[in-house]
Structures are given as structure tokens and as C-alpha cells.
């Protein structure tokens, strides 16, 4: 036994030997079989220079050329952002903790993928405004490269059949100081650049993405998108309900971790939802009760001052944060059968809360009960002065002819 154990790792030093000497050979092959294969390094494509256009037509060309200067007054995003097709493969969801450094500028980017392998990478283009210190001297531009990379690289590849909520951590070299930059735009005219898993690169077009909750007003100015977003959540198959100002969103949580430690909201903490009122994106202060994980929760949003007119399509892939750092996600159920469906709340001139007094009176019934009182006792007053009859007036004059009669 013990001569056929060392006959048998003599064999496999042996065979170690020969496979070592093949691969320095180039002559090793791998079996068909054994499911091992080789994958490209999934990288960013080298930097190609800018095609410049006449000063007064949109940027063309690619999102990974070279950063070049261009005009102040140079066309930017002149392509209209979609907001209607929650069906788009790639969706821009929320800009997050923009950040200045001397050459540098990086910022958090949520997109949400559907239907679709995540990606790598995601490269854009960005147009940097500069101002100057000095009055005599104008505003530069900057048509900036800009590189998003994954931030969970164990999602990449997978499939979203249901739709995933991705964040990217982006970068763009600046040429100037990036203290002095005053605007930032993500430029709509250039398609963006995807690099895949396997390092395959490709196209998309912004006409095939979706701008979703207020992402297309924060694209207009990254800059402002300072607060940082540290965890992200879904509401999945929300139903919607509302009850006078009232509007309810029931359903339940994924990807809660730090989510429901912070959004226990017992202290009144509320979350801001960006939610669509008649066709336009507005904030509402919302709180979270029945808070599980895997569980039926309601998110309860308060719109007494200021009514909403929305459908189930549209609070579809709505979102909101709160002040530390969580970010909320509603996903509707069967949100193509029923996105027609109206939602409506009323306004609400008033609030109160319920109280008892000492002696098991509610406040309204003791103000019924004073002003009852207050009443009674002004019709009473009423009541005696107009009873009240005058006393008969003094005639002197009879007194005066008295006193001079003759006795």
C-alpha cells in the first residue's frame, strides 16, 4: 500500500511537470470537458481624440474621446429626455454625492437595469462650466469623459427579469481646477458606452433610456446632487391606496439590511419621495410603518398640502431619501395591467390631534359647552334691558305754579 501511494504521487508530479512544460511551450489545451474557460479582463477603452463641430451644432462623435475645450455658449443636451418608458433596458434612477477635487470631480450614479446583463462600465459625456476668479476673464466649457464603474462587481452579468437597482461610481479628469466649476450636465447628445463582464463594448442610444423620478432635473445640474446615498431598498409589488389626503404604497421590502435599522421611524423620522403629481415630479414627506423584512409594509405619504393627481404607471420606479443616506425604491404591482389607474387625494385645511380632559371630556365637547354657556348668558343680558322699563320724567312746571298761588 505504501509503494502504491508513492507510485501515485510520483504520477502526479510527473503530470504537473508535463502540463508546466506545455503551457511554457504554448502547446496546452484545455479539455472540452472540464468547463474551465478563459474570460476577457473587462477594461475601458483607450481615449480617442475629439471631433469637433461648428460652434453653434450639438457634440457628436464618442463618449470615451478626450476631453476638449469648447465654447460657453455650445448646444448641450439638446436631445429630450424619456420619462414615459419604464420599460427601457437601462434607467437613469438618482445622482449622489458629488464631490469638487483640484483635477477631478466624482459623483454616485443609480441606474436600474432591466431585462438585461449588468455591466462593468458606463461611459459618458459630461459639460463642465468654469468660472473665474478674475472679472475681466469669461466662463470656459469643458467637454469632459467621464467613467462609471460598477459598485458591486458580484452583480455583473447577472440577469434583471426583474429589474435591479445598480449603483456606479463615476470620475472625470478636469483640465482647470474642479473647485471652480459652477455646472455640470450630463450631455445627451452622445450616446453612452457600455463595457460587459466579458469586456465587450457597445452603444446606447439616450432615446432608448429612461430618466425616471427627478433625475432629469438633476442632470441638468449634478452639481447640486451633494447629499451622499449610502444603501439603497425596494417596495416591490406595491399596491396603492389613498383615503382623503392619504396616499398609501403596501407592499413588501428587499434588500433591507441597513434600511430597516434606520427607517424604524419611531422617533417621527420621515422619508422625502419624489412622486409624480399630474405629470410632474414633486417631493412628499412619507413614513414607513410595520417595518419587516419579507413582510407586508405601508409607506404613508402625507398630502394634505398639496394633493396628488397621479396613476399607478407613474408612481412606478419612483423614488426618495431620507437625511441619512438611505434610498427607497417603489416598484407597483403589475404595473402595465393597471398603469392607467387614476390616484387621487383631497387637501386638508386642518389638523388636530385627539385628546381626553381630566374629567373624560373631549376638547370639543368642553368648547361646545363654553360657548353654550357664553351664549345663554348674552341672551339673558338681552333679555333684562329690554324688559327694563324707564322711570316716569319730573314735571316742574306744575311745581312752579303751585308756589305761586295765593293762600
Known amino acids: 500500500m505504501k509503494l502504491t501511494k508513492a507510485i501515485q504521487k510520483m504520477k502526479i508530479i510527473s503530470e504537473a511537470k508535463e502540463k508546466k512544460l506545455r503551457k511554457l511551450d504554448g502547446t496546452d489545451e484545455t479539455d472540452s470537458g472540464s468547463g474551465e474557460t478563459d474570460t476577457a479582463e473587462a477594461t475601458t ?12 451644432a450639438a457634440e457628436s462623435g464618442s463618449a470615451t474621446a478626450k476631453n476638449a475645450e469648447v465654447e460657453v455658449s455650445k448646444p448641450v443636451a439638446t436631445k429630450t429626455k424619456t420619462t414615459n418608458n419604464k420599460k427601457a433596458e437601462i434607467q437613469v434612477q438618482k445622482f449622489h454625492t458629488f464631490k469638487r477635487q483640484t483635477n477631478r470631480i466624482t459623483f454616485g450614479l443609480y441606474f436600474y437595469f432591466l431585462r438585461r446583463p ?23 466649457a469643458e467637454s469632459a469623459r ?24 463615476c470620475s472625470a479628469n478636469t483640465t482647470k481646477n474642479g473647485n471652480s466649476i459652477t455646472n ?44 451622499t446615498i449610502t ?47 399630474d405629470g410632474t415630479s414633486e417631493a412628499y414627506d412619507c413614513t414607513i410603518n410595520g417595518v419587516t423584512d419579507g413582510s407586508s409594509s405601508e409607506l404613508v405619504c402625507d398630502t394634505s ?72 348668558l348674552a341672551a339673558a343680558s338681552i333679555a333684562a334691558i329690554m324688559l327694563r322699563k324707564p322711570a316716569p320724567p319730573v314735571e316742574n312746571t306744575t311745581m312752579v305754579d303751585l308756589k305761586n298761588d295765593n293762600i
Open 45 to 56: 477603452p483607450a481615449a480617442e481624440d475629439y471631433e469637433s463641430t461648428a460652434s453653434t
Open 184 to 227: 455640470v450636465t450630463l450631455n445627451t447628445d452622445i450616446p453612452l458606452t457600455l463595457v460587459n463582464s466579458d469586456g465587450k463594448t457597445e452603444t446606447l442610444d439616450f432615446g432608448d433610456v429612461n430618466f425616471n423620478a427627478n433625475s432629469t432635473e438633476e442632470a441638468s445640474n449634478i452639481q447640486d446632487n451633494e447629499a
Open 305 to 376: 398640502d398639496n394633493p396628488i393627481k397621479t396613476t399607478v404607471g407613474d408612481l412606478h420606479l419612483s423614488s426618495g431619501s431620507d437625511t441619512d443616506g438611505d434610498q427607497l425604491l417603489i416598484e407597483m404591482n403589475n404595473p402595465d395591467s393597471n398603469s392607467t389607474e387614476t390616484l387621487e387625494t383631497t387637501s386638508s385645511s386642518y389638523k388636530y390631534t385627539y385628546s381626553k380632559s381630566s374629567s373624560g371630556l373631549s376638547g370639543g365637547a368642553i368648547a361646545g359647552i363654553v360657548i353654550a354657556c357664553v351664549v345663554a
Open 118 to 140: 449588468i455591466v462593468k462600465y458606463i461611459i459618458m459625456r459630461l459639460r463642465l462650466i468654469y468660472s473665474s476668479r478674475l472679472r475681466n476673464l469669461a466662463e470656459t
Open 146 to 169: 467621464t467613467d462609471c464603474v460598477i459598485g458591486d462587481t458580484s452583480l455583473l452579468g447577472t440577469s434583471t427579469t426583474e429589474g435591479a437597482n445598480i449603483n456606479y461610481e
Open 231 to 277: 444603501s439603497s431598498s425596494t417596495l416591490k409589488n406595491a399596491v396603492a391606496y389613498t383615503e382623503k389626503y392619504i396616499l398609501r404604497l403596501v407592499g413588501t421590502f428587499s434588500r433591507t439590511r441597513r434600511l430597516l435599522r434606520n427607517l424604524a421611524l419611531t422617533n417621527g423620522q420621515t422619508i422625502t419621495m419624489n412622486l409624480d403629481n
